[in-house]
């Protein structure tokens, strides 16, 4: 029996997900589907940010490479442009690179800090990119002009950052939370300590606006509401945990229509929850690496993961000669994404 569960811990596909085809020779970062279509675009350690074509028909699914650039370091995050037309990525080169993926254009650079740029988001009422770098400042561009319209100084090197307007949470070490109201970008609104008592490794705002999903580096998320009124609803819960093995929750992502969501650790394991009948909704099987990122694509019909070390037990862990990276695409069954009420309550209907 045991050899048994020796050779499926080291399966990388448990769930049987889909392979992405040429995945990054390197770690991946980031991940970020298209809002309208199914391109696919990740970010790497390997300095490049790479798209793949998904072409779907029924169960069957096919992944074509279509595109890359190339930074000059490794690249941290990713965006699209509301349009779908343009990408955005930023990284340890300091900048970030405005790719016009749909015309063929080449790429250009669009913002610049004195740090590695973390975080990257694309604010389509505004016209305008946030970022987020460790040189503890935020910045909005208007990517028609070379420098920011607004510069925001941060308490600490920006670690997380999550739109759905008009609001903003910014996530940094120190575990503060810096809510912004976007209607007024150049003010804080509220500065909270996270819930978490250990290091924020990312956010994800609600739907509705009315709160955000924190995650640590402690297998643990918060659920926060920003009304006073509601502070009776927040909770946190554990999660990416085996017995006494602690993992980090790398990744929160609010599924599209249900708004149920997943989180992802390095533990390599994805699961689904619905916040508000606080339950998981299911649980997939450990790949036998990290999971640094993942996202749904605009419909959420398909989740995209990616499995690979993210140096979380250091150096002495990595085995180069061993080290390979993946992509798999997931087809998330309407039971495992779809909200539903706690046996024996009067939840949703």
């Known amino acids: 029996m045991s050899t048994f569960a020796t050779v499926s811990a080291a399966n990388p596909n448990p769930n049987k997900s889909i392979e992405v085809v040429q995945p990054p020779g390197d770690s991946v970062s980031s991940l970020c589907f298209s809002p309208k279509a199914n391109f696919l675009v990740a970010t790497s350690w390997d300095n490049q940010v790479r798209c793949w074509e998904i072409m779907r028909n029924g169960a069957t699914v096919g992944t074509v490479p279509k595109a890359s650039i190339s930074h000059d370091q490794p690249v941290l995050c990713s965006t699209w442009k509301d349009d779908g037309t343009t990408v955005f990525s930023g990284g340890c080169d300091k900048q970030v690179k405005m790719w016009p993926l749909l015309s063929g254009s080449q790429p250009t650079t669009v913002a610049m800090h004195d740090a590695p740029i973390k975080e990257l988001a694309w604010i389509p009422e505004m016209n305008l990119l946030a970022t987020g770098s460790w040189d503890k400042t935020l910045k909005y561009w208007d990517c028609r002009q070379s420098n920011p319209v607004h510069t925001q100084q941060l308490p600490e090197r920006c670690y997380a950052l999550t739109v759905r307007h008009p609001l903003m949470v910014v996530g940094t070490a120190d575990r503060n939370l810096i809510v912004f109201n976007l209607q007024n970008p150049q003010t804080e609104f509220k500065r909270i300590s996270s819930p978490l008592k250990y290091q924020t490794r990312c956010v994800a705002a609600f739907p509705d ?58 533990d390599g394991a994805f699961n689904f929850w619905d916040k508000d009948s606080k339950q998981r909704l299911k649980a997939m099987s450990r790949c036998s ?61």
């Open 209 to 266: 606006q009315q709160g955000f999903l924190v995650g640590s580096i402690e297998g643990r998320v918060g659920v926060h509401h920003l009304d006073d009124a509601q502070q009776s609803k927040n909770f946190t819960f554990k999660c990416h945990r085996e017995g006494n093995e602690i993992y980090s929750v790398n990744s929160l992502n609010f599924h599209p229509v249900h708004h149920t969501f997943a989180t992802a650790g390095s």
């Open 289 to 349: 690496s990290p999971i640094p990122c993942s996202t749904f694509n605009n419909d959420g019909s398909i989740f995209a993961y990616s499995v690979c070390y993210d140096w979380s037990k250091g150096a002495e862990n990595h085995n180069p000669a061993a080290a390979k990276t993946y992509i798999f695409l997931h087809l998330p069954q309407e039971s495992e994404v779809k909200g539903k009420p706690r046996i024996g309550t009067s939840g949703r209907r």
